[in-house]
T-cell receptor
Framework: GAVVSQHPSRVICKSGTSVKIECRSL??????MFWYRQFPKQSLMLMAT?????????EQGVEKDKFLINHASLTLSTLTVTSAHPEDSSFYIC??????????????FGQGTRLTVV | GEDVEQSLFLSVREGDSSVINCTYT??????LYWYKQEPGAGLQLLTY?????DMKQDQRLTVLLNKKDKHLSLRIADTQTGDSAIYFC???????????FGKGITLSVRP
């Protein structure tokens, strides 16, 4: 199946600093990538949809200036958590959609990033 | 939009079958998925089913879809300890619509 790689897998940062998380599609070109947040023992919450070459579409309640998304190429999207605070600590997961339109490739996820803000 | 619901916890004995259930609200749901999440890991796609199918089997996994009741189930035959994880169902209504996830169910397999 399609491979989506996410880095780093785990990061600890100090309050007030920014953290960048990368999501790469390794064996296909992704016009669209999705960023999710998962709280402990809860389901995934879609944060934003990242479109290559254009601005991301954010879900209601997600701060655009807080969670910066860049999708500069067909294989890479980045999520930057700016001025991180302890309440931003969470598990962040990305997924990617194949530009060829193979529907189920959207369903492949990265391995997730555990962010801890201290 | 889509809304999916799952119960929270299931415990089974190794070697038995496990059945995980999911209900959804949007009758126009076209694509339905089952994912497995191990501790600290991302989601692994197990299988998917289209709404024009009633059943799909893939090795130990059997997916049943009851469109009338908007009910989706995943049966795992000969459950192993390595199957212990959280299982999520997810659905969407069209090619460009968002995936909506159920709350997830924790499967615990005891020896």
């Amino acid at each position: 199946g399609a491979v989506v790689s996410q880095h780093p897998s785990r990061v600890i940062c100090k309050s007030g600093t920014s953290v960048k998380i990368e999501c790469r599609s390794l064996d296909f070109q992704a016009t669209t990538m999705f960023w999710y947040r998962q709280f402990p023992k809860q389901s995934l919450m879609l944060m934003a949809t990242s479109n290559e070459g254009s601005k991301a579409t954010y879900e209601q309640g997600v701060e655009k200036d807080k969670f910066l998304i860049n999708h500069a190429s067909l294989t890479l999207s980045t999520l930057t958590v700016t001025s991180a605070h302890p309440e931003d600590s969470s598990f962040y997961i990305c997924s990617a959609r194949d530009r060829s339109g193979q529907l189920h490739t959207e369903a492949f996820f990265g391995q997730g990033t555990r962010l801890t803000v201290v | 939009g889509e809304d999916v619901e799952q119960s929270l916890f299931l415990s089974v004995r190794e070697g038995d079958s496990s059945v995980i259930n999911c209900t959804y609200t949007d009758s126009s749901s076209t694509y339905l998925y089952w994912y497995k999440q191990e501790p600290g890991a991302g989601l692994q796609l197990l299988t998917y089913i289209f709404s024009n199918m009633d059943m799909k089997q893939d090795q130990r996994l059997t997916v049943l879809l009851n469109k009338k009741d908007k009910h989706l189930s995943l049966r795992i035959a000969d459950t192993q300890t390595g199957d212990s994880a959280i299982y999520f169902c997810a659905g969407r209504t069209g090619a460009n619509s968002k995936l909506t996830f159920g709350k997830g169910i924790t499967l615990s397999v005891r020896p």
